[in-house]
């Protein structure tokens, strides 16, 4: 599962570094339309899949979670290729909504590890995931780049991520088991609308999913700005503002890649609440400094410190998500858990512009440090008992 959570969100990612460039040849014009256009078309996927994530959660759990990894691999193969088939932005616009309704594919690989794998190592085994994804991320971009300069044609990058994407699907078909239980049919089951309502009165998975969202927030929202700052630092006659700027980006990945399975492994063991309190204080503590960094070598130092203590929060608050409800339950959990990560990745890059433009460069840090610090708060209401446990009986 972490080889095919690797694949695919290289699949994802692969169209990062042009996808303005592409939007040029389907007939955008003027720097402003592009900029505005590949803003639209990049938060369109997170919107809708914040929208839709609990929904393919909750059917995860009747007919099973390999079923929703098959079927969320197999959209992603489909879209990909429309992508690549688009003739305007708008098809294009519309390709990636769909795609973000029909997708679902983070949360199901969440949901399917996490009611599969012991108690004892969900943290670790949630840590890899996200281990995986990550370094499909950072991989993506690099190698839709190398393709689309070696082919000069990005439509066949497309079709290449939509190979990948079924590539992905075979594999999970013949290589992914899970033993899986069906509710039974005398059960009486609650509606969509009566699980959400339980989760929103839920003491501690509602706060919970604030610090998972407000966490991508305080991630994300430093990366529309980078270029600039670090140019600030390096002067704007430098040749190497773009490079730098990449490894200021990249280096919080490589950190988070080190950190994840580590701190996800050692959570299992002294708790996922305290690695929660202990990872928020370092980000806060690394990232609050980058307002006064005044050298290029320092601010990728700090960056770099940002990145191992991010490792230890999304598996650390997944697992402890997971563990609040049975197994029986995780998928609609999950899909929860995806639709705030969606939410955060979608308002972070947007506030992070609009505080740096009002405020300034050294106003965002402070303001993103700030809220990490606000997370910690939100932990520290969290029921000692719920974290303590791994389980809480219902409110």
């Known amino acids: 599962m972490v080889a095919i959570r690797i694949a695919m969100s290289m699949s994802f990612s692969i169209a990062t570094p042009f996808l303005p460039l592409y939007l040029i040849t389907l007939g955008e014009h003027g720097t402003a339309n592009?900029?505005?256009?590949?803003?639209?078309?990049?938060?369109?996927?997170?919107?809708?899949?914040?929208?839709?994530?609990?929904?393919?959660?909750?059917?995860?759990?009747?007919?099973?979670?390999?079923?929703?990894?098959?079927?969320?691999?197999?959209?992603?193969?489909?879209?990909?290729?429309?992508?690549?088939f688009s003739h305007n932005v708008w098809e294009l616009l519309a390709v990636q909504t769909l795609a973000g309704l029909f997708g679902g594919f983070s949360a199901a690989?969440?949901?399917?590890?996490?009611?599969?794998?012991?108690?004892?190592?969900?943290?670790?085994?949630?840590?890899?995931?996200?281990?995986?994804?990550?370094?499909?991320?950072l991989l993506g971009p690099l190698i839709g780049g190398a393709i689309a300069d070696r082919v000069h044609d990005y439509r066949i990058v497309y079709f290449c991520a939509s190979?990948?994407?079924?590539?992905?699907?075979?594999?999970?078909?013949?290589?992914?088991?899970?033993?899986?239980?069906?509710?039974?049919?005398?059960?009486?089951?609650?509606?969509?609308?009566?699980l959400t309502l339980e989760v929103l009165r839920h003491r501690t998975l509602l706060p919970l999913l604030g610090v998972i969202a407000l966490t991508q927030v305080s991630a994300l929202?430093?990366?529309?700005?980078?270029?600039?700052?670090?140019?600030?630092l390096l002067g704007a006659s430098s040749a190497f503002v773009a490079t730098a700027s990449g490894a200021a980006i990249a280096v919080l990945g490589i950190a988070d890649v080190i950190a994840s399975p580590l701190l996800g492994k050692r959570s299992d063991r002294i708790g996922y609440r305290r690695v929660l309190i202990i990872s928020l204080i370092g980000a806060a503590a690394f990232t609050l400094p980058q307002a006064f960094a005044r050298n290029y070598g320092v601010f990728l130092a700090l960056r770099f410190g940002v990145g191992l203590f991010l490792g230890g929060i999304l598996p650390a608050a997944n697992a402890l998500a997971g563990r609040l409800f049975p197994r029986e339950r995780r998928g609609h959990i999950f899909g929860l858990v995806s639709s705030a990560t969606f939410v955060g990745m979608f308002l972070g890059p947007l506030c992070g512009g609009?505080?740096?433009?009002?405020?300034?460069?050294?106003?965002?840090?402070?303001?993103?440090?700030?809220?990490?610090?606000?997370?910690?708060?939100l932990v520290i209401g969290l029921r000692e008992t719920a974290v303590g446990q791994g389980r809480v009986s219902a409110p």
């Open 354 to 377: 609009l505080v740096s433009a009002r405020f300034g460069f050294a106003a965002l840090f402070i303001v993103v440090g700030t809220v990490m610090l606000v997370n910690v708060a």
């Open 221 to 232: 929202a430093p990366q529309p700005i980078i270029p600039l700052f670090v140019r600030s």
């Open 34 to 84: 592009v900029e505005v256009w590949s803003g639209v078309i990049s938060s369109s996927n997170f919107l809708t899949s914040a929208l839709i994530s609990p929904f393919w959660g909750g059917l995860s759990d009747r007919i099973g979670r390999k079923v929703m990894v098959v079927r969320s691999s197999i959209a992603a193969c489909v879209f990909l290729a429309g992508a690549g």
């Open 163 to 194: 190979t990948a994407a079924l590539i992905v699907t075979l594999v999970a078909i013949s290589l992914v088991h899970e033993r899986f239980e069906p509710p039974e049919q005398n059960r009486v089951k609650p509606s969509f609308r009566e």
């Open 109 to 137: 690989t969440m949901a399917l590890v996490g009611s599969q794998v012991p108690e004892d190592k969900l943290g670790f085994s949630l840590g890899w995931l996200a281990t995986g994804q990550l370094v499909g991320t």
